[in-house]
């Protein structure tokens, strides 16, 4: 865990959204919850949670790694489905860096067609 993440003390500061807008917090707490349903969904649970770590690997969001982790742990995934779901997310965001970096080219007009 890094040092700015604490999973006990960082949730209370989670009452500002429910102090000043509670009506968004409840639409996006029923959205996730429907998201992350464990029956009725087509994906199985494992599998979402396996996207969501990924998601977070990329996005690099401390809390999606640890939740989700936990979550596709406790839904049935193993340690290298976790491994494996991980690799999937750094081989996107290395891809997004090369295409990306093609724009650079595109840009600078150094390659001109």
């Known amino acids: 865990m890094t040092e700015f993440m604490d ?8 009452a500002a959204y ?3 807008t509670p009506d968004i917090l409840k639409a996006f707490t029923d959205f996730d919850a429907a ?3 464990k ?7 494992k ?18 790694i640890d939740g989700h982790s936990n ?9 290298t489905e976790l ?8 081989a996107i965001r290395a891809g997004g860096g090369v295409t990306h ?7 600078s007009g150094v390659h001109e067609h």
Do not use: H, M, S
């Open 83 to 90: 491994a494996e779901a991980a690799w999937v997310a750094t």
């Open 71 to 79: 979550n596709a742990v406790k839904a049935g995934a193993t340690e």
């Open 47 to 64: 599998y979402r949670e396996l996207i969501a770590f990924a998601v977070g690997v990329t996005t690099q969001c401390v809390y999606c």
């Open 18 to 20: 429910q102090e000043t």
């Open 7 to 14: 999973r006990k003390l960082d949730k209370t500061y989670g």
């Open 101 to 107: 970096g093609r724009l650079g080219f595109k840009f």
């Open 39 to 45: 029956e009725g969904r087509e994906i199985p649970l």
């Open 35 to 37: 998201v992350f349903a």
